[in-house]
């Protein structure tokens, strides 16, 4: 089963559905590059990189449920404003708690770097742990904004940007 991809006109620039395998990122990132291809390039890596990171969340920690089978990808401009919303069925409601406190966690700071700082510096203080770097680097490097939605086992992350 592979992806199916939508490439439609402003303010709607991407609606995909793919299954929860590691060798659509690839194409995603490839779709998401030409999707993005006439604003800033420094945006559209960062735009990349956000989509990239939340695929692969969705991949890793993703499963198939009633209400998502697949994951599925969003990407619109409105307003201003980039949006990315990746989601994705998730039963495992302690990891989606978990989730959604880094999140919050983020959303409450002013200071991104120091949150992604003290990330890298948790990883190099413990050899044996690893990841879970993914949305402090959206936040920081990507200068993106996260929000979260759960329901009916769907995990919903929506990444924002201005794009002014």
Sequence with gaps: MGQTIKKLEAPVLLDSRLPHAWDEI????????????????ALSTAATMVTSELIE?????????PAATEIRLAMSMDDG?????????CADVS??????????????????????MSRLE?????????????LYRIAFEGEF????????????ITATRSIR
């Design 57 to 65: 969340n969705a991949v890793k920690y993703g499963e198939a449920v």
């Design 81 to 89: 404003q980039l949006v990315i919303t990746v989601s994705n069925g």
């Design 26 to 41: 690839r194409r995603i990132r490839k779709n998401v590059g030409e999707a993005l291809s006439s604003l800033d390039p």
């Design 145 to 156: 904004d996260l929000h979260f939605s759960y329901r009916d086992n769907v995990v919903s």
């Design 95 to 116: 990891g989606v708690r978990t989730l959604e406190r880094r999140i919050q966690e983020i959303a409450a700071t002013q200071d991104k770097a120091a949150l992604y």
């Design 122 to 134: 948790q990883l190099l203080a413990e050899p044996t742990e690893s990841g879970k770097l993914g």
